[in-house]
């Protein structure tokens, strides 16, 4: 079985420019979410998908960040402008729903902002 | 306020030594608690899952336990190998959901 899939693994950008990651999860996976990992801390929730809606988003900063899943598979984080504080590793992971809630991880983008 | 706190934040030790790392966790109502092994540059990989009814569950060279009355976790590992280099994070699920409340993480460097 494939895992989650994400590119680029790595990007470098300057301060003010617009990034865009993409990830493919799991097939039949119909939850998708995307994180946020900042050096030395734990991911934190950006916003997660079910199927092609939205179902949590409370902790993306709308005024920059944007993300879609178009027709419920892969999905694009985008960054527009970005800051210096945008620099982390941005996961991106998809489960089943079932009772497990059991939740796999794709390998991430480094993301540094100069 | 639901947390996941791990301890020590970082940890050296030499190949083939044990060690255990360490988590307490306020999340209520408790559904499971997960260890993660991240290696640099490499998303979270699950190495176990446990719900309140189960107190140890193994995995290989690891052991995890819980004290779902303390609210307390362990993670031990057993002849460490250089492969073990990694962050280990600890993650909570409260009951009924999918959210994950994750632990900073310890992170562990295995000499030779």
């Known amino acids: 079985e494939a895992g989650v899939a994400q590119s680029p693994r790595y990007k470098i950008i300057e301060k003010r420019q617009s990034v865009a990651f993409w990830c493919n999860p799991i097939?039949?996976?119909?939850?998708l979410y995307w994180y946020q990992q900042i050096l030395g801390q734990g991911p934190k929730l950006l916003i997660q998908f079910q199927n092609n809606g939205v179902v949590d988003d409370s902790q993306l900063p709308k005024d920059r960040f944007s993300a879609e899943r178009l027709k419920g598979v892969d999905s694009t984080l985008k960054i527009q402008p970005a800051k210096l504080e945008d620099s982390a590793v941005y996961l991106c992971?998809?489960?089943?729903?079932?009772?497990?809630?059991?939740?796999?991880f794709g390998p991430g983008t480094r993301l540094t902002v100069t | 306020k639901n947390q996941v706190e791990q301890s020590p934040q970082s940890l050296i030790i030499l190949e083939g030594k044990n060690c255990t790392l360490q988590c307490n966790y306020t999340v209520s109502p408790f559904s499971n608690l997960r260890w993660y092994k991240q290696d640099t540059g490499r998303g979270p990989v699950s190495l176990t899952i446990m719900t309140f009814s189960e107190n140890t569950k193994s995995n290989g060279r690891y052991t995890a336990t819980l004290d779902a009355d303390t609210k307390q976790s362990s993670l031990h590992i057993t002849a460490s190998q250089l492969s073990d280099s990694a962050s280990y994070i600890c993650?909570?699920?409260?009951?009924?959901?999918?959210?994950?409340?994750f632990g900073t993480g310890t992170r562990l460097q295995v000499f030779p």
């Open positions: 993650v909570v699920s409260a009951y009924n959901t999918d959210k994950l409340i």
């Open positions: 097939s039949g996976h119909a939850t």
């Open positions: 992971a998809s489960s089943l729903m079932d009772r497990t809630y059991e939740q796999y």
